[in-house]
């Protein structure tokens, strides 16, 4: 379907779209937004019964929408998701590269092989291999859209967190190699790079120490001044000050998949609140 012949409520209609880790926090709303913009929506997860509810809360709005469980370290189930896509929806359109993880805080000489795989596999090496198995389908039509999600630590060190900056910045490297080699084909690539973004993996930080704000508390525990700590360390730094949010992160990545971002890629999107250029 042409630009011109989709309705301006759906920019995305007549488009597959894979988000890997799309069951819950950012990539559940990067799902629900490309969704209701018109696109086909595939939520892929490590587990199927989390994807599975996602893919039922869009189908249950009247949009598009099944679930595949992946495990985006595994080249073999890479290929089964894009299969499943294809056989489903006829192409690969969209690729959101969301999946990620960061399972410890950690001194660098502390961190051993199997974490340090464990991160790189999820965060790099399933993001390159998702993105050349969708190549397959994208060459030969001469077009496709993938957008991967990096962070912050990809461009700025954060403590501790060594293996996933390595990651990060490794995913921002493979954006531009990949948006360098496939712009030939007509396939554009993004790297969309999200500050602090309030989800249920910090709720408990942020409720902490929101808690003592409102109360006008101070910490009594040593749980309440870590939390207290991190969170005046993550607003104070960041120019708009608060942390953001999930469908912050949606919106952007629905623009960049659009047509609208049609003379992009292989650009860093920084959606931080200013955190990168913050001096609190």
Same mark, same amino acid.
């Given at each position: 379907m042409s630009s011109a012949s989709r309705p301006a409520s759906k920019p995305l209609a007549g488009r597959s779209t894979i988000v890997t880790g799309g069951s819950r926090g950012i990539g559940?709303?990067?799902?629900?937004?490309?969704?209701?913009?018109? @696109?086909?929506?595939?939520?892929? !997860?490590?587990?199927?019964?989390?994807?599975?509810?996602? #893919?039922?809360?869009? %189908?249950?709005? =009247?949009?598009?929408a099944m679930a595949v469980g992946c495990d985006v370290r595994e080249v073999a189930q890479i290929e089964r998701l894009v299969a499943a896509t294809r056989e489903r929806y006829g192409a690969v359109d969209i690729v959101v590269n969301n999946a990620g993880v960061s399972p410890l805080s950690a001194e660098p000489q502390e961190i051993g092989e199997a974490a340090w795989d464990d991160?790189?596999?999820?965060?790099?090496?399933?993001?390159f291999f998702l993105s050349t198995a969708a190549a397959h389908d994208m060459i030969p039509r001469g077009s496709g859209v993938i957008i991967n999600i990096a962070s912050i630590?990809?461009?700025?060190?954060?403590?501790?967190?060594? @293996?996933?900056?390595?990651?990060? !910045?490794?995913?921002?490297?493979?954006?531009?190699?990949? #948006?360098?080699?496939? %712009?030939?084909? =007509?396939?554009?690539?993004?790297a969309l790079a999200p500050g602090y973004i309030a989800t249920e993996m910090n709720a408990g930080v942020r409720q902490t120490a929101e808690g003592l704000i409102a109360r006008g508390d101070s910490p009594s525990t040593p749980?309440?001044?870590?939390?207290?700590?991190?969170?005046?360390?993550?607003?104070?730094?960041?120019?708009?000050?608060?942390?953001?949010?999930p469908e912050?992160?949606?919106?952007?990545?629905?623009f960049l998949a659009s047509d609208a971002a049609r003379y992009m890629t292989g650009a860093v999107t920084m959606v931080d609140g200013g955190w990168t250029i913050g001096g609190g």
């Open positions: 559940q709303a990067i799902a629900r937004r490309l969704a209701r913009d018109g @696109a086909s929506v595939v939520v892929a !997860a490590r587990s199927v019964e989390d994807a599975e509810r996602v #893919a039922a809360e869009i %189908a249950a709005d =009247g949009d598009a991160i790189l596999d999820t965060n790099l090496k399933g993001a630590a990809g461009v700025m060190p954060i403590a501790l967190e060594s @293996a996933y900056c390595a990651s990060k !910045a490794g995913l921002i490297g493979l954006t531009k190699a990949l #948006a360098h080699d496939w %712009a030939t084909y =007509g396939i554009r690539v993004h749980d309440e001044a870590f939390a207290k700590t991190l969170y005046d360390g993550v607003v104070g730094r960041t120019l708009l000050g608060r942390y953001g949010t912050e992160i949606a919106d952007v990545v629905a």
